[in-house]
């Protein structure tokens, strides 16, 4: 939406793919912010640090203000939040428009009436006072718990944020169950696209097929989320290649990079993923073009997306166990004139592009490539 804010996807790093619900503490949110401070993310462009679900500890009686958990995060919201701020970045947080949060029904969370339903306004100020800014509004079953509509209950929310007159950056979920990118560009600044990602391939390589026909719908302001990162978790803990095609096509998707693991325990080669300068370059790129998908066979796919300066990124894309030979005909990208080739992964150039670009592609793994103008 056009609020100003977002005008490339937002970057950072959100508890749940790492900690779920029981194991969020005011600890493991400063460790995070404070592991990327000084690793060089924080340089790289990651920005927020969002406390998702299980912080809260309740509302209190006569204002119905919320306060946090208070045996894990005993120094409150509004301390985590100077000192996010005090490292150079931003804080981000977790509400729903119901009356009950997801872990309220899948992780047994045990306090209720933390719904922002009937306390739009009074949630909002609260977390403006705080310092938030990005708010993570997750549907959770509204329309069960609470009668909610979608379109009026996230509407609702944007503009009691509107309100408080602070920038803060609003990501909304419903798992892409109403085909929110043909409505959330005027309601939010992000949408997930699909259910939950979790830390195996065959998840991740699921929502990269879920994304093909959404790319029309993303622009400055206003994203298709395919959901947050699961490198260094599971089935990503140390996989180069997987992890490369994980972020790599997020790259190409123009989604929001939202790392979910321990950055104190980051490996350093994934740090060094992460942080890739021209692979961040192209999720960031000021256009908001999201690829297309250009080739899809049974076995392998060709992406296309984009880029300023009659750029264009190309990612040859193999979501199969063994490694394949991938090519794709210059033309099909929309690439006329003549052309050099840039490896991101390689950080190198492959001088000038012939007719067609061609690479072998490890197992579940992404070739990226960029196609650069000749001066
Ligand atoms: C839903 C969301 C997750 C996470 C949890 C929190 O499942 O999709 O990303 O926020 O709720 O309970």
Known sequence: MENGLARTPPMGWNSWNQVRCHGLTQDVVRAAAEAMADNGMREAGYSYIVVDDCYQGGREPGTGRLFSHPGRFPDGMRALGDHIHELGLKFGIYGVPGTRTCANDWDDYPVTGLGSHGHERVD????????????????????????????????RMRDELARTGRDIVYSISEYGVDSPWLWAGDVANSWRTTQDIDATWASVSWIIDCQADLWAHARPGAWNDPDMLQVGNGEFARDIDANRAHMGMWAMLAAPLMVGTSIPDLDPRLVSILTNPEMIAIDQDPLGRQARRVVHDDQTQVWARDLTGGRIAVALYNPTGSAREIGVG???????????????????????????????????????FVLVPRA
């Open 330 to 368: 210059l033309a099909q990208v929309g690439a006329v004139g003549s052309l050099h080739v840039r490896s991101v992964w390689d950080r190198a150039d492959l001088g000038p592009a012939s007719a067609e670009l061609v690479s072998q592609v490890p197992p579940r793994g992404v070739g990226l």
């Open 124 to 155: 909002a100020e609260t977390w403006a006072d705080w310092g938030v800014d990005y708010l993570k509004y997750d549907w959770c079953d509204a329309h069960v718990n609470a009668g909610a509509v979608r379109i009026p209950a996230f509407t």
